[in-house]
């Protein structure tokens, strides 16, 4: 792999990202709702055991939960299907470059962008916590800018494997915004019902919170910003005395990573190996 | 320089390139002709390394399923509608040679080549097809490679643009470039080719040089005679003993088909029996003509 290619490929990727309508209006709301999130959170004094830096972050948990994974899954969803669609890629691919020099220069500029938004929103949140003397762990916010960060990672490795499938961007818009649905909207009702349903223990509601990468990201944050772990509920209290808190936080670290490699390296055999053809 | 050995592609069931070989020598224009649907532009694509195939493709003797990124440098490809990121003409240059590894000297030098110096600030959307054809051709050209294959480049162009992008193929044909191109036109294989394949049902019927083709396929003009009335009767005459199988009377002349490379001989027969000759158009033989006449005769 020419790592050349693939910073130019990023290059170009990350430009037409910070050029698109669609990804600067993303970028001031999450901006402008992480502010408003940051102006009520200042307002009281210590509620559940948050203040300052940590209500902050954890107000915008919730904010990043919605938006982070919807970039990130339509994001990653067009980016190889549109080129496809319009006829790019094959044109691209006329010319000395490997698809998985492509395909790792598109993952990267893309990601860079989302984290370069993410980053925005906390740091504009964080300077207004500082400003008004916020008080509090810091590092307990940078680890939820690293889960945001990573959270971002995973859907928009979900959405390269949408992608790679895709011959046309609608199409993968179409299923990006189903899986955004079902993994943010739906999980924790579906986690609910199936618990109630099946009558699962906690342990089996704890793995089943695993498969959903917006879950464990949920879980991840409220540990490392709540010096109570009991918040979690008796899932959460299960976790932390099978593990122990460092050990959960690893384990759901370790699973936020691979959410963000297995989909990716599927989505780039199927591109580089089983889809040799570009017409 | 480009040696296609027995290769086929089948898009499910369908056949698209058939058993296909062909070899394109060092310095050689080789016209693809066919109608639509002949394979034409599936062989392109598997020469580009775009569409997996069964068979041998080799570029400088070199196979490309082994050395993909070494034969894609070799190649500079203008594809028929140009689809280009929508940046700025300059950055699109900028872009590719950046993959081509080539110098900022290089890109400004292409700029004034293909005339677009005073377009190089306007995004790839806002530039005419023809202008876009002519960046396709500048970023084909980029690396200066020895081989060009173009996909149908004229065929969105109109007469003015056409005209001014065969000149370019044409420079760099005068410069020894190897070009392979396909076309539905016959203009553009008489002004360009060395030699003419026709592709039918992903198969390559014919194999020719442009001014055999015409005789090869029993291609005729169809030439418009204007005479006076008095003189058509005797003008039909003497062409039809003079063995021109189509004579006809037509309004105020008479209609003539001639095998190509004789179109002179009813005008020197008719000067030579005094017919004075007031006017002519001569309708050329067409795409759809050849297309026709191999699909009624088979070759």
């Given at each position: ?29 999450f ?16 509620i ?12 915008l948990i ?5 938006f982070?994974?919807?970039?990130a ?9 549109q ?35 993410i ?16 008080e509090?762990?810091?590092?307990g ?9 990573l ?17 046309k ?62 918040i ?48 | ?17 058939d ?11 080789v ?43 070799l ?24 993959i ?11 700029l ?7 377009h ?53 044909k ?126």
């Amino acid at each position: 792999m020419d790592t050349k290619n693939v910073f130019l490929i990023m290059r170009k990727e990350a430009g037409e990202s910070l050029r698109n309508r669609w990804f600067i209006l993303y970028t001031l709301c999450f901006s402008a709702l992480a502010l408003l999130v940051l102006l009520f959170s200042t307002m009281g004094g210590e509620i559940a055991g948050y203040s300052g830096f940590g209500r902050t972050a954890a107000s915008l948990i919730n904010l990043v939960l919605l938006f982070v994974p919807l970039i990130a899954v339509i994001t990653g969803g067009i980016s190889i299907s549109q080129e496809r669609e319009n006829g790019t890629l094959p044109y691209l691919l006329s010319h000395p470059i490997n698809k998985n020099e492509i395909f790792v220069g598109k993952f990267l500029g893309i990601l860079i962008t989302i984290w370069f938004s993410i980053l925005l929103g906390f740091g504009l949140a964080g300077l207004g916590v500082a400003i008004r003397g916020g008080e509090g762990e810091i590092s307990g916010y940078l680890l939820t800018i690293i889960l945001s960060a990573l959270l971002a990672a995973c859907f928009l490795s979900i959405g390269f494997l949408v992608s790679v499938y895709s011959g046309k961007a609608s199409k993968a818009i179409g299923i990006s915004v189903f899986l955004w649905l079902f993994f943010i909207i739906l999980g924790d009702l579906g986690i609910m019902g199936t618990t109630v349903a099946m009558d699962l223990g906690i342990k089996q509601v704890f793995v089943l919170a695993l498969l959903n990468p917006a879950e464990v990201f949920k879980i991840a944050s409220v540990l490392v910003l709540s010096p109570r772990f009991e918040i979690l509920g008796p899932v959460g209290v299960y976790a932390v005395r099978t593990f122990g808190q460092q050990g959960v936080f690893y384990l759901l670290f370790s699973i936020m990573i691979l959410w963000a490699l297995i989909p990716l390296g599927y989505a780039y055999l199927v591109f580089t190996r089983f889809r040799k053809e570009e017409k | 320089m480009i040696q296609v050995t027995d290769i086929t592609k089948k898009f499910g069931n369908v056949v698209a390139v058939d058993s296909v070989t062909l070899n394109v020598k060092e310095g050689e224009v080789v016209a693809l002709l066919g109608a639509n649907g002949a394979g034409k532009s599936t062989l392109i694509k598997c020469i580009l390394g775009l569409l997996d195939y069964k068979g041998k493709i080799e570029i400088q003797n070199r196979n490309i399923k082994e050395n993909l990124k070494l034969s894609k440098s070799l190649i500079g490809y203008v594809p028929q509608d140009p689809l280009f990121y929508d940046m700025k003409t300059v950055d699109i240059l900028h872009f590719f040679g950046s993959i081509r590894r080539v110098d900022e000297k290089r890109i400004k030098s292409l700029l004034s080549l293909v005339g677009l110096e005073d377009h190089k600030h306007k995004l790839s959307s806002e530039l005419s097809g023809g202008m876009r054809q002519r960046l396709s051709f500048a970023v084909g050209l980029l690396s200066d490679p020895p081989v060009l294959i173009l996909d149908e480049p004229t065929s969105n162009l109109d007469a003015n643009a056409k005209g001014d992008f065969l000149n370019l193929v044409k420079e760099r044909k005068n410069q020894g470039k190897t070009v392979l191109f396909s076309s539905h036109r016959l203009d553009e294989v008489y002004f360009l080719a060395d030699r003419v394949l026709f592709m039918k049902s992903g198969r390559v019927i014919l194999d020719e040089k442009p001014q055999n083709l015409a005789n090869s396929l029993g291609m005729r003009a169809k030439i418009n005679l204007i005479i006076p009335e008095g003189s058509i009767s005797k003008a039909i005459s003497i062409l039809t003993k003079e063995g021109f199988g189509s004579v006809s009377r037509n309004g105020s002349g008479l209609y003539v088909e001639v095998e190509e490379g004789k179109r002179i001989v009813p005008f020197e027969k008719l000067m030579q029996a005094r017919i004075p000759i007031t006017d002519f158009t001569i309708q050329e033989s067409s795409m759809e003509t050849v297309i026709k006449h191999i699909e009624e005769n088979g070759y």
